[in-house]
Structure formats: structure tokens, C-alpha cells
């Protein structure tokens, strides 16, 4: 059964119409019955949606429920997921070097954007995984935004890269997004002045769906990195009707809030954007660009997923997406991603496994993107490489009831956190820290490290980051003369 199709959006309910691809509802029970092998071996699609946060899934009031993802959303009802998964690093070269190298950020030295990967030495010797199926004779492709910055050591045998969405006539749109010399930024938001059809990320689902159409005589693993919702937020006119206004919520934000947040912690943040937007009366607009642009990736992971589902392929092929890490919008009064705290770190993964998975199944057990190649190597049979920081997911993929010990870390710029299913701890290159409750402060709102009634959680949760002085130095910037992201006054302590 085809995919079928829908737009428009009346009384809060959707109308079939041409513009969105809603899955099947009986595509998960195509999945042969669990325990059952597969020959040949299984192949892999690699969804990867860059910014994504985990609202959609997660938190229906969030934006007024108003997130219209149907692709996502089925595809998240057809196997496992993860409503507690973390990024390694939560911006984007870094998140993708360690999950595509299975290398820690706090190791390798990847912990920022900018930054030269090629003098981690680390890096240098252990195979990515595409390497790693590559040398099992899998055909391998790299469609759009994955790697972004990292030498995978691999030939692929399709690739095409992605090309961002130029400035529409008139940009910056939202009339702020200029910088110091009167530059257009990234940030701007708006109706892009191309035809759909000449928009990258759908050229990058077009060729996803052209590789799956294919008759392969070996293993495929195909991956796709969509850009959308990165900044600019320019969509086709259509998605931005999507979301009117008035239909629109901002996200609770506490006056203040920062108040409690060590020097560094803020030094994260960008308050001058969130001023602009703000004094402007433009926070709606700004999620609306957001949401338009969830709604357009959305579109296009449903025709790749329409694709996959008509062809033979469709029963032996493992389905993982994920976003590179999380992203704010107003909450902690920051509009991007780069920080510490749930919004950044949070990340969108879901899988499904013909055989392995059932649908409907939601983990909360609190897991790492680090976790998709020691996994994804599990699932396949191979010998797992010896140098993965990550754990396999292979036994919460049949149970989501199943223990699980390890907590997710997350590291910017030499800043560390954790988080378990609980707390979320954080700790500064100073050593200036915050504690949040998360069971009664899901907004982290109050940093309780000074507070008596938590010092042994905060002892605990310190104890299961790596020491400080175990904590790789960031790699210095590619441009000459460039600054750390987050100046510092002091080496770390020792």
C-alpha cells in the first residue's frame, strides 16, 4: 500500500490532500516474526534530521501540539523510541564525528564546531563505521549532511552533497538578521524563492530514493542527512500556512532564569538574539520558520520511507533515525543549540528492526547517539571494533524494559554533562556546576548544587564524569586567529 497524502490542516484536523506523505498504519507488521533471520544480511537507512528537537514526539502541549510531522510521528509508532536519547556534543561536527567514529568527544577533541578533526590523533586509528561495513562488502552511500567535517576513510559508492538554500530576494526576512557589518546571517526565516524541486534536501531525498530503487547484488548501507530545520528556516510558502500565528505557543520561559547559571553557563547562551527577537515580537514567527521547516524535512523522509516500503527491501533493512542533538527555541532565553541544558542535548532516535523490534515501543531509559555503531554492528553479527565508546541498544530493542547502567554524557567545548533517567548534572571547564531535579524541574529552572538536601546525588552524578584532567583539550580552530567559542579566563583545574 502506497504512502498517503495530506496538507491541509482545518478545525485541527487533516484533510487527504496533495502535499504530505502519512505512512501506511500496517507498514510496522511487515516485519518478519521476531528471532527470524535474514539472508542476505540485513541492509541499513540512516535518517538524519539536523537540529530536530524532541518536542514533537514527546510533548503534545509543547507548541500548542501543533507540530504536523505525520512521517516522523508513524515511523516513531513502528518500532522502538528513544524518548531519553543525548547527543555526544550538541552542535553539529561534533555530534556527528563521534556517533559516525564511536569516539567520545572528550577523547578525541571534538567538541566544537570549527575545529580542525584532522589532528585528533584518535581519529586516525580506528575505523568509522562506514568503514566497518564498507570492509564487509556493503555498499555505501552518503547522501546530504552526515559527516560534516569528518574523514569517514570511505569511497563511496553514491554520494551528493548538500547545498544550503540561498537568501531569498529582500533577506533578511525577519528584518534582524544582519550582523556587526550589516552582513545577512543564517538566522533568518522565511519563503524561500525556489521551487520545491530545486531545493537541496529534496534533491538529497530524490537520490535516497533513486539508491533504494536499485537492484543491489551486495548489503546497502544508505545514508541520508537532511539540513532542515537548521537555519535559515526557508521553506516553500505552502509549509509556513501550515502554522498561523495565532495558532502558535511559545514555550514556558521563567523571568530570570538565568540567574542560578554559573558565568559560564552563561556565556552560552546568546542573549543579544534572544533580544532581538523578543523586543521585536518575533518569537512566533521565529517558531513558526522552525516548525515549517520540521513539516518540509518531514515531507521528504516520508517519500524516502514510501520508497523503501515499495521496494524488496523493505523487510530486511534496519530504519534508524535520529537528529544530530536538540535545539532551543526561547527556552533559556537561547534560540539555537550550543548549550548543556535538555533542549540542546536531547535527541530525536527511533528505530525499527524487521525481526527485532515491536511497534509502539517507548524506551525512557536515557542512551547516547554514541550508541548507533556499537549497535548497528550488533544487529548485523559483526565483531564489535574495540575502540566504541557507545553501548549496544540490542537488548532495549527487544525489551525497553531491559536494565541499562550507563548514563549519557555530553560535552561542549571542554563543558561536560550527564544525565540520567532522574538529573541532569553539569559541569564547567572552571568547575562551577549545576544540579537539576528532573523529576519535579523538567524545565530545569533551578539549579540545586548548593542545595544540602542533594549533595549526595551531586557527588554521585560528579563521579560518573571523566576527570578533568582526562578530558581532551578542544582541537584548535581552523581559521587563523580564531577564539575558542567559549573564551575562558583560566586553564582547566587539575
Not at 522502538?80 to 543525548?86: D, E, I, T
Not at 546568546?270 to 522552525?290: D, H, M, P, Q, T
Not at 563543558?415 to 533517567?421: E, L
Not at 537539576?436 to 563521579?463: G, M, V
Amino acid at each position: 500500500m502506497r504512502f498517503t497524502f495530506l496538507l491541509s490542516l482545518v478545525a485541527g484536523s487533516f484533510l487527504l490532500a496533495s502535499g504530505f506523505i502519512a505512512p501506511s498504519p500496517n507498514l510496522a507488521s511487515a516485519a518478519p516474526p521476531s528471532g527470524q533471520t535474514s539472508e542476505p544480511p540485513m541492509n541499513v537507512l540512516l535518517l538524519i534530521v539536523d537540529d530536530l528537537n524532541t518536542w514533537l514526539l514527546e510533548d503534545p502541549t509543547r507548541y500548542a501540539g501543533k507540530v504536523i510531522a505525520p512521517n516522523i510521528q508513524q515511523l516513531s509508532k513502528q518500532g522502538v523510541l528513544f524518548h531519553n536519547a543525548y547527543t555526544a556534543s550538541p552542535v553539529c561536527c561534533p555530534s556527528r564525528t563521534a556517533f559516525l567514529s564511536g569516539v567520545a568527544p572528550w577523547k578525541s577533541g571534538v567538541s566544537r564546531n570549527g575545529v580542525k578533526v584532522g589532528d585528533s590523533e584518535i581519529l586516525h586509528d580506528v575505523d568509522s563505521l562506514f568503514k566497518t561495513f564498507s570492509d564487509e562488502d556493503y555498499w555505501i552511500a552518503k547522501f546530504g549532511k552526515v559527516s560534516h567535517g569528518y574523514d569517514t576513510g570511505v569511497k563511496y559508492d553514491a554520494s551528493l552533497n548538500h547545498k544550503r538554500t540561498p537568501p531569498p530576494p529582500g533577506a533578511p526576512l525577519n528584518g534582524i538578521a544582519r550582523n556587526a557589518s550589516g552582513g545577512i546571517t543564517e538566522r533568518d526565516w522565511g519563503a524561500t524563492h525556489l521551487e520545491e524541486d530545486q531545493m537541496s534536501d529534496k534533491l538529497l531525498a530524490d537520490a535516497t530514493i533513486d539508491a533504494l530503487k536499485q537492484k543491489h547484488d551486495r548489503p546497502f548501507f544508505i545514508s541520508c542527512g537532511l539540513f532542515h530545520p537548521h537555519y535559515p528556516w526557508y521553506v516553500p510558502q505552502k509549509y509556513l500556512d501550515l502554522y498561523p500565528l495565532d495558532e502558535i505557543q511559545s514555550p514556558p520561559v521563567k523571568d530570570q532564569d538565568l540567574n542560578d547559571v554559573p558565568e559560564y553557563g552563561q556565556r552560552l547562551v546568546n542573549l543579544s538574539w534572544n533580544e532581538k527577537v523578543v523586543e521585536n515580537g518575533l518569537a512566533k514567527e521565529a517558531i513558526r520558520g522552525y516548525l515549517a521547516s520540521v513539516s518540509f524535512s518531514d515531507f521528504h523522509i516520508g517519500r524516502i520511507l514510501n520508497a523503501l516500503d515499495e521496494s524488496p527491501h523493505r523487510d530486511n533493512t534496519i530504519v534508524v533515525l535520529i537528529s544530530d542533538h536538540g535545539f532551543h527555541l526561547g527556552e533559556k532565553q537561547q534560540w539555537t543549540k550550543a548549550t548543556l541544558w535538555e533542549e540542546a542535548t536531547d535527541s530525536v532516535m527511533m528505530w525499527r528492526v524487521p525481526g527485532v523490534t515491536q511497534p509502539d515501543q517507548i524506551c525512557q531509559r536515557p542512551v547516547s547517539l554514541l550508541d548507533l555503531y556499537p549497535t548497528l554492528v550488533d544487529l548485523i553479527g559483526l565483531e564489535r571494533p574495540k575502540h566504541l565508546d557507545g553501548h549496544s541498544l540490542l537488548p532495549l530493542l527487544k525489551d525497553v524494559r531491559s536494565p541499562r547502567q550507563q548514563p549519557a554524557i555530553t560535552v561542549y567545548d571542554g563543558h561536560m554533562s550527564v544525565r540520567t533517567q532522574d538529573a541532569r548534572f553539569i559541569r564547567y571547564w572552571d568547575g562551577t556546576t549545576e544540579l537539576y531535579d528532573r523529576t519535579t524541574d523538567p524545565h530545569e529552572w533551578t539549579n540545586q548544587t548548593n542545595h544540602p538536601q542533594f549533595a549526595a546525588i551531586k557527588t554521585k552524578l560528579a563521579s560518573l564524569l571523566p576527570a578533568k584532567d582526562e578530558v581532551a583539550q578542544p582541537l584548535p580552530s581552523r581559521q587563523a586567529g580564531a577564539v575558542n567559542s567559549v573564551p575562558r579566563k583560566q586553564k582547566p583545574p587539575q
